[in-house]
């Protein structure tokens, strides 16, 4: 099954089975979503279930909350993660708020699905990766999915959690394949999971950076170096428990994510580590991720922003570098 | 029934009613200054007096059943919509038998069991969630109503206008309903709005039903809200329900008004929608000093409920962050 | 004078000149489509075909000295005021040679030099930056206008409304011009705006003065511009130019439109601007191809220069992040 | 001179200065602000030069980087760091990208103030500290002012800083008073302060938190403990050089801030500290911030959130227990 596939599966299995689940977003509806992620749904569940909305951001997310603190269940389609910018008082001041403003008179079961990432040229305001933002915010949950298993099984949670989630895919996931089971099988959000066991080095990834340290690791392996890599796949809550039992296990730590370097999940990844894992550390923990410019268009400059395989693999043999 | 009795003029005994609603609210804020001032309320607290016509009006036409949202001038909503004055007051106290628990204060009030979802702090931030519990109301088919109670300064967000423009086109069962005080905090109409002198021109670009009406005079506020749950309750689309009505004192408590002319605060006389029920009424100083008498006890019995209530512990402080 | 002129009705000189910058961009915008299918063009790219009227009539109306922001469909705004169609072809191509040097790509167009501030690839997003400007003409007193293009989606946005309602308080120097292609993206007018089949109403929720003209009839648009142009120019505060057109192809380059019926597609014949100013000029075989073959050589020596520019080194997308 | 007044010099000094500069905000005319900070500037300058808004910020951060690309240098004023959360959109990617998008071509001279803090139960909307979020975006640059020197110094090179910066101040900082020059000394963006010396423990500290963090190293000097404190006071770009520098010397440090502490600016002081000076580092690198809940409204809650002096304090033990 593919990313893409995934994500519509969880959406349209959780349908199915509650009524209170519906979508909203732009060009959802005939056209399936930009990315074609909701292609089907609008012929299986209609226009009242599966709506197209006007370009406005703020109100989307707002009306998702209101119908949320009715007891449903919306997702709403942010299309690019870019466009968060327009939504996040709506996120952050209302959507995190209002149940702790009450004084746990509400819950806000929303989820707000987005996308984002480069490598494919859109330019600056086409393929920002935001989630540092939302890990900020108490009375969220994150989620960023880096397998079809791990989108499925994600998402269909967060739709059933009753907090909002703030559900991040990836651009150029969504045609990656994976076998998964017939049934769709719920995972928990909070749970890391272990990708590739190892002894030397953690690397700790996310989205396309949990593939990319998959092909650094391989590239290790023929150099005798033994990566494990770990995906938080929920950023918050963090599940620090796997993420420093690996690094104790390994004694060094790469943090990489496809978002600027500076001030993103990485940084707060190592201070974590740093604190939990002090004793054991036996070089400092690398972080990789895009070089601190906007996304420029020119495919040479933007292949140079954002992190490679080669990058990944540069950190991990520099933590080896000394001991 | 109940709405044929709203139609007809209101009765006298009706009347009555909404003049010690109107005392009770005028009664209670008063003393919120005084407490205030007197440093017994924390945090920064905003009254309406003069606007109890519009929020009285408005709340005595809504069902129960009915939810709304409101703004960081919201005591009087509360009230009207049948919050206890305790719960109000120990709020303002931030006493665990507030109505937000301790958790709010006096931007942020809450009675979900009174349909309260929430005053909110952040202009125009409260209006989609009442756009998203009436598209809620809609797909279930429910008789409700969702209003929103916002200042004629939030008709200049962002978050007004998509609000408006989806609630028109998706035919939310929503109420918008603009108090024009006629300014925004320091700032008058004029230096905030193209159409200040005539709010209800916002409806044109969504071609949504308007009612415009003297916002001072409770009988009207009254009729023309009637009217306009009405209409948005039997499927007409949403209203657009603009009441003109006044700011006697400042924005906020302590607020010098140094912008404000003499003149302009010399109006508050003339315009206490009061001050003019209880002369339409023709009120005998007996039956005017009995209700002063009868409110004067509530907002006492409030102060006293309020100063003997449960300070939180700070630990609670990380309670109902999540569901 | 030039005011004079442009009230008068044009020559049919002038005309023929609108209709060679027409089809000059037609010919680009199919030559790209082409250049893109055949994988030669990175990134995403949106053309405007059967939206050259629009572009030409109001681009021809502005003074040197106007300036201008656009949004993700904005090859024509940028052709019809002058930038050399080489630079336009190589910033698609990603070169240094490019009018944004490659950091910009389809999106986002500049060139500072002819007032371009910017092609923007957030829907409204670049609107507020036009009142920005034109504000700066009013406190500098400079006879300049600032133009902001954007489309019927962009009109639910509410960076819009901030952006109108902010222009005509303070009376600046800023023309909104909306393009209504009846399309935001794969959602037509009717679902996604209350006023879709009048867009001039958006301008009343303002009191500003609105102008609507069709926008595939260039002589009017260019009528319409002016006028708006002279009213804006001299002072009398931001005008809202309505301008009916019809967005002929896809929403981006290889949209399947699957969204949309045979019929509305075959309407194109009819409203193709580019035939009815050819028709009005009764123009003789010869001399269509004569322009025809004008316009091919421009376009392929575009390609050309295009294709042998320069590739910015990796390194240079570090540059230009700070001033 | 007060924190207060010393914004408001460096404000009036930059507009008697320059006719470029000016100022746009929500009730920062005749009311002087809502903190009081433009008191007198009206007066001063007019109101062509000290511009009432509406609210709306998207519309206003909108405006700025528009007047800006003319050349201008706008100061506008959000009047809560909350409010952020809706000016997003522009700030990060307009007025952060549209150098980069235009390969250079333009500079966005806006400056942006706005301040937060609890610590005075204003509930959860009113008081955030949202800095990190811009941090982590290229093209900006932040500032966080400690104390009335920095705010002056550092306010007028942000004015005249040839890129859009983002000025932080706090409510609870405005009263506090030193002594400043007669005539205003710019202080360069990019430099730390070291507030206080010592050898034992590095305190790396940001606004409210450096007087906090001073309150703690009085008492730890009375346990014998000699605390270095270092004020980052621009947080983009970061002076890594002085407080790695100083991490070095004392072989321990603590980054305290009143941001939410997961993801906040302390995880990149705590990431950037162990990569450069793991080997000096004798402990963990702690953080201290406010815990993981929105800002509860009643005094004793709030006041467990937020970091107070005995949390710096025992920060700075708990990295001395280990040697
Ligand atoms: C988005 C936002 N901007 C600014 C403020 C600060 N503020 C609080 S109330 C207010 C004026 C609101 O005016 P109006 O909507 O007319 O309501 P009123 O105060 O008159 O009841 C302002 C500017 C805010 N709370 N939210
Ligand atoms: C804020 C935002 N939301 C969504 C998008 C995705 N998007 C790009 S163009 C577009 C449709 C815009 O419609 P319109 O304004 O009519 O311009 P047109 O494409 O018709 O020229 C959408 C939804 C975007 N770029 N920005
Ligand atoms: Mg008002
Ligand atoms: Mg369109």
């Known amino acids: ?323 | 029934m109940a709405k044929v009795e709203k139609k007809r003029s209101l009765s006298e005994e009706r009347l009555r009613d909404f003049l010690r609603e109107m005392l009770l609210i005028r009664r209670f804020e008063e003393k919120v200054e005084e407490r205030y001032r007197a440093g017994d309320l924390p945090g920064f607290l905003h009254v309406a007096i003069g606007q109890e016509a519009a929020e009285v009006g408005v709340c005595a036409a809504m069902d129960d059943g009915d939810v709304f949202g409101s703004t960081h001038r919201a005591h009087g909503h509360t009230l009207a919509r049948g919050t206890h004055p305790n719960a109000l007051m120990a709020e303002l106290y931030g006493k665990l038998e507030g109505c937000s628990h301790g958790y709010g204060g006096s931007m942020h009030l809450y009675d979900v069991e009174r349909g309260n979802l929430g005053a909110n702090a952040v202009v125009g931030g409260g209006i989609p969630s009442l756009v998203g519990a009436g598209l809620a109301f809609k797909l279930r088919d429910e008789p409700r109503v969702a209003v929103a109670f916002f200042g004629d300064g939030a008709t200049n967000t962002g978050t007004f206008h998509e609000s408006l423009n989806l609630a028109q086109l998706w035919k939310t069962k929503t109420l918008f309903v603009c108090e024009n005080n006629e300014w925004a905090e320091s700032t008058p109409g004029w230096q905030h709005s193209p159409v200040w002198d005539d709010m209800s021109k916002r409806a044109l670009a969504y071609d949504m039903h308007a009612i415009k009406v003297d916002g001072q005079d409770v009988e009207r506020v009254y009729a023309a809200a009637s009217e306009a749950l009405d209409h948005v309750r039997s499927g007409g689309g949403p209203v657009f329900l603009d009441l003109e009505t006044y700011r006697m004192h400042g924005h906020y408590i302590g607020d010098a008004q140094v912008y404000r002319s003499k003149e302009d605060r010399d109006e508050a006389a003339e315009r206490d929608p009061i001050v003019r029920l209880r002369e339409k009424l023709e009120l005998s100083s007996e039956d005017w000093e009995a209700l002063e008498e009868e409110v004067h006890e509530i907002v006492e019995a409030a102060v006293e409920f309020a100063k003997n209530g449960t300070d939180p512990q700070p630990e609670d402080a990380l309670k109902n962050v999540y569901a």
Chains 1, 4 share one sequence.
């Open chain 1, 1 to 323: 099954m593919q990313y893409r596939e995934a994500v519509n599966d969880a959406l349209a299995t959780a349908m199915r089975a509650d009524e209170d689940v519906f979508l909203m977003g732009e060009d959802i509806a005939e056209m399936g979503g930009s990315m074609g992620v909701t292609q089907g749904l609008f012929e299986e569940f209609g226009a009242e279930r599966v709506r197209n909305t006007p370009i406005s951001e703020m109100a989307i997310v707002g009306a998702g909350i209101g119908a949320a603190m009715q007891g449903m269940r919306p997702v709403v389609e942010i299309m690019y993660e870019d466009f968060l910018t327009l939504s996040l008082e709506q996120i952050v001041n209302q959507a995190a708020k209002h149940r702790y403003m009450s004084g746990g008179q509400l819950k806000v079961p929303l989820t707000i699905r987005t996308q984002g990432g480069a490598g494919w040229s859109p330019g600056a305001q086409h393929a920002q990766q935001l989630e540092a933002w939302l890990i900020h915010v108490p009375g969220l949950k994150v989620v960023f999915a880096s397998s079809p298993a791990d989108a499925r099984g994600l998402l269909w949670s967060s739709i059933y959690d009753d907090n909002p989630v703030i559900f991040f895919e990836h651009r150029l996931l969504y045609p990656i394949k994976e076998d998964v089971p017939e049934k769709l099988e719920p995972i928990p959000l909070g749970k890391a999971r272990v990708v590739r066991e190892g002894t030397d080095v953690t690397v700790i990834a996310t989205g396309p950076l949990v593939h990319r340290a998959l092909a650094a690791a391989e590239e290790a392996e023929a150099d005798g170096i033994s990566v494990e890599i770990v995906d938080p796949r929920t950023l918050q809550p963090l599940d620090e428990e796997t993420l420093v039992e690996s690094v104790k296990k390994t004694s060094r730590a790469v943090v990489a994510h496809e978002a600027v370097t500076r001030m993103g999940f990485g940084a707060e990844v190592a201070a974590v580590l740093q604190e939990k894992a002090f004793d054991w550390l036996d070089a400092p923990i690398e972080r990789v991720g895009a070089k601190f410019a906007p996304l420029a268009f020119a495919p040479a400059m933007e292949q140079f922003i954002i992190p490679q395989p080669a990058d990944v693999l540069a950190a991990v043999k520099k933590t080896l570098a000394r001991s």
